[in-house]
Structure formats: structure tokens, C-alpha cells
């Protein structure tokens, strides 16, 4: 079974940074591509970041020169590091594999507010 734990979110004011953290279990996570989502209050959710198994990123347009995805695979964890943040980048922020979309975890809220 599949575990996704994600970790790292927090309150920041507006241009501050944040590391989120995601932790899966239950899975070959090398196999895999990972990536983040986020939902905000009253929109759907939507991808913001993705890695690839050989390691190439790709990124929303919303996010793109300000969030970096990185993974390591020892440790099964993939990282988001937040830079720049804006307030529309207050969400809920989960991780999970795109081509398996294995049971979403409880998610890291991330607040930016001034």
C-alpha cells in the first residue's frame, strides 16, 4: 500500500521561501515520476511541479523561475523548494506519483501573508 507523507509547509510572509517534503513508502519510487500539486479554498487541484525518473523538471507557468523539484531516490523523498512566494501561492500542497495517482495524503498547508 502506498504512503504518502508530506511535511515542510508554515506561515511566511510574501517573498519568503519554504522546503516541503514528501516521503512515499509502499512503491519503487525510483520507477517513478513524482510531483506536486496544490489545491487552494474553492478551485480545483492542480499540478505545479514534476520530475522525471531520469530527473527532468517541468513546471506550471505560475510557478516557473520560483519553485525547484528535486528527488532522492535513497530516501524516497521529493522536495519542493518554494522561493519568491506570493499570497495565490497559499494552498494545500500534496505530492504524488502522475502516472499512478496512488492515495493522496493528508497534504502541508502553506500560508503566505504579510
Known amino acids: 500500500q502506498v504512503q504518502l507523507v508530506e511535511s515542510g509547509g508554515g506561515v511566511v510572509q510574501p517573498g519568503g521561501s519554504l522546503r516541503l517534503h514528501c516521503v512515499a513508502s509502499g512503491i519503487s519510487f525510483s520507477r517513478e515520476a513524482w510531483a506536486w500539486y496544490r489545491q487552494a479554498p474553492g478551485k480545483q487541484r492542480e499540478l505545479v511541479a514534476r520530475?522525471?525518473?531520469?530527473?527532468?523538471?517541468s513546471y506550471a507557468d505560475s510557478v516557473k523561475g520560483r519553485f525547484t523539484i528535486s528527488r532522492d531516490n535513497a530516501r524516497s523523498t521529493v522536495y519542493l523548494q518554494m522561493n519568491s512566494l506570493k499570497p495565490e501561492d497559499t494552498a494545500i500542497y500534496y505530492c504524488n506519483a502522475p502516472e499512478l495517482l496512488a492515495q493522496w495524503g493528508q497534504g502541508t498547508q502553506v500560508t503566505v501573508s504579510s
Open positions: 520530475i522525471s525518473p531520469s530527473d527532468n523538471p
